[in-house]
């Protein structure tokens, strides 16, 4: 097997290794580090002659010239018998540290107190890297409104990686984040970039399913927020911001005894989110998140809480049906005039459908993909797809809240606006 090569950097000498026999390769949307899993057997007389391994080298992982890993090793297991001698390494890329590490500031006696005030986006993602060697984060023109507006705060909780601290920021301004096997950080949306294969069943798919959950989705999400710098009074009573978007898949599922009608199935879901991290500052705005009038309060908070919601549930819906594929090799079937060389599946771009069997034909987003190598199963590529929706975090993040209004809401406006008294909750 020499499709894969692992190059070892040791210093200024690097080492290449090739003739895998068993690999494994995996990127997801869903993981801030690509991993792979490679080992090679050997007799037992030649003792791992030529290994010069060590724990926590960097290493570089190539496929057929194509960089998919850029990290380092983090696991080596070798045993031997009788007759051979065996070694499993294992490693992840360089933001893996961002995965694991929690975030510490420079003055570490004020990690409990150390925050952001009205800095981008961008800017704070870069500040949580920076302790961690050579991340360099990324933004690409798809989020370069979002990655360049100002948080009005933002502070790591003690103790949380700066994977979950930048994945609490990519949530709010709806942003990706992603490693694409270079050792970076990218800040990116769903791709739009179309492969240059396409999975047709009968002719590259070896193994094909699809999987149709419901459990994680729900017909009612009723979102609160949290974290609003000061309290606003309404019908003189103290607001918690909360808003309510429905799953009307979900809601009608349940059918009446006669089945020509339908009932509303109940499956409500509570969620919270960070308004103040969530708040956009605007130049002329700057202090309406703590000056602002009554009206314009209100709706900013509620638009959040709304937002978040129609995430959720967008999400969740998308996550709720998944096609499976392992296909006969690492490489995509050529289709188009300028493709020049074997080029791997990639993650994040969207293919073309055609099965028949499980009834499906569309273009999907490739969520996830694995590299495979056996000497019984040669080389196969395990995709998991869905659609684009999934991961179509947010829209676009509130910018300015627009009216100057500072009379209370009516209750035939706020009914308007979807509300009901049970929206406004007392403390």
């Not at 360089?94 to 005030?117: A, G, Q």
Request: glycine share 6%; with cysteine.
């Amino acid at each position: 097997m020499n499709d894969l090569e692992l190059t070892i950097i040791d210093k200024k000498l690097s080492t290449k290794y090739t003739g895998w026999k068993e690999v494994s390769v995996s990127l997801s949307l869903n993981r801030l580090a690509g991993l792979f899993e490679i080992s090679a057997v050997e007799e037992l007389s030649k003792q791992g002659e030529g290994w010069n391994l060590r724990m926590g080298q960097s290493c570089v992982v190539k496929i057929k010239g194509q960089t998919v890993i850029t990290g380092y090793i983090d696991y080596i297991d070798e045993s031997y018998d009788e007759k051979s001698h065996r070694i499993l390494i294992k490693g992840r890329d360089k933001t893996c540290d961002l995965v694991d590490c929690s975030y510490v500031p420079e003055d570490y006696t004020k990690i409990e107190t150390h925050e952001w005030n009205n800095q981008t986006a961008l800017t704070v993602i870069t500040a949580l890297c920076e302790p961690f060697n050579n991340i360099t984060v990324n933004s690409d023109a798809s989020v370069k409104e979002a990655a360049t507006e100002l948080l009005a705060k933002f502070k790591v909780s003690v103790g949380e990686t700066a994977g979950d601290a930048i994945k609490r920021i990519c949530n709010a301004k709806g942003i990706m984040p992603m490693s694409k096997g270079d050792g970076n950080l990218y800040l990116t949306r769903a791709g739009t970039k179309s492969c240059y294969g396409t999975i047709i069943r009968g002719k590259n798919v070896k193994k094909g399913r699809l999987l149709q959950t419901d459990r994680e989705r729900f017909s009612h999400y009723f979102v609160r927020g949290k974290g609003v710098s000061k309290r606003v009074n309404l019908f003189s009573q103290e607001i918690n911001p909360i808003a309510l978007v429905q799953d009307e898949v979900v809601m009608q599922q349940v059918y009446g005894a006669n089945r020509k009608t339908t009932e509303i199935r109940y499956r409500p879901k509570v969620l919270t989110t960070d308004i103040i991290s969530n708040f956009t500052i605007d130049t002329s705005l700057k202090t309406t998140a703590q000056t602002g009038t009554t009206t314009q309060k209100v709706i900013a908070e509620v638009n959040i809480c709304k937002t978040r919601g129609e995430q959720e549930a967008r999400i969740r819906a998308g996550k709720s049906r998944a096609l499976y594929y392992t296909l006969y090799s690492w490489f995509q079937n050529p289709k188009r005039a300028d493709f020049q060389a074997e080029k791997i599946w990639p993650v994040n771009n969207l293919v073309n459908v055609y099965d028949p069997t499980l009834k499906v034909e569309g273009t999907y987003l490739i969520t996830d993909v694995r590299f495979n190598f056996s000497e019984g199963d040669g080389s196969t590529t395990d995709l998991i797809l869905m659609k684009k929706d999934a991961y179509m975090i947010l829209r676009k993040p509130i910018r300015k809240i627009v009216t100057s209004s500072d009379q209370l809401f009516s209750s035939e406006a706020l009914r308007e606006m979807g509300f009901t008294t049970e929206t406004f909750l007392n403390k």
